[in-house]
């Protein structure tokens, strides 16, 4: 009596379908993984480059000179970051009597993604 070898063949082939679906699987959530690190990590960037471009006006010119650079927004002392893409970055900028204090705000003054304390120098 013979078998047919379809059987084993068949097992086979369901095995290497289910192996191949979970590594796609797998690939797929690091994929997805990396897009979100990634596109935290540009936040952040962009967070970055913008209190350092409002800490250098600040030091240069002064708090006074801040409407000239930084569009402001509804906020009492909230502007609008300098970034060249389309986010919603906001600085929230306020005055210590020694210092300035520069946030960078995740949606125009929600969660704070960065923050920068400039010491004022003694003129």
Same mark, same amino acid.
């Given at each position: 009596?013979?078998?047919?070898?379809?059987?084993?063949? /068949?097992?086979?082939? @369901?095995?290497?379908?289910?192996?191949?679906?979970?590594?796609?699987?797998?690939?797929?959530?690091?994929?997805?993984?990396?897009?979100? /690190?990634?596109?935290?990590?540009?936040?952040?960037?962009?967070?970055?480059?913008?209190?350092?471009?409002?800490?250098?006006?600040?030091?240069?010119?002064?708090?006074?000179?801040?409407?000239?650079? @930084?569009?402001?927004?509804?906020?009492?002392?909230?502007?609008?970051?300098?970034?060249?893409?389309?986010?919603?970055?906001?600085?929230?900028?306020?005055?210590?009597?020694?210092?300035? /204090?520069?946030?960078?705000?995740?949606?125009?003054?929600?969660?704070?993604?960065?923050?920068?304390? /400039?010491?004022?120098?003694?003129?």
């Amino acid at each position: 009596m013979k078998r047919s070898k379809s059987g084993l063949f /068949l097992m086979e082939m @369901l095995f290497a379908i289910l192996f191949f679906s979970v590594a796609g699987a797998v690939c797929l959530q690091l994929f997805a993984k990396a897009h979100l /690190l990634s596109r935290d990590a540009t936040l952040l960037n962009e967070a970055v480059v913008s209190c350092q471009s409002a800490a250098s006006i600040l030091e240069a010119e002064g708090m006074d000179a801040l409407p000239e650079y @930084l569009q402001a927004q509804d906020a009492e002392n909230l502007y609008a970051a300098p970034t060249g893409a389309e986010s919603d970055l906001a600085l929230q900028i306020s005055e210590e009597e020694d210092a300035y /204090l520069i946030r960078a705000l995740k949606n125009g003054g929600g969660e704070e993604i960065y923050s920068l304390r /400039l010491v004022k120098k003694n003129r």
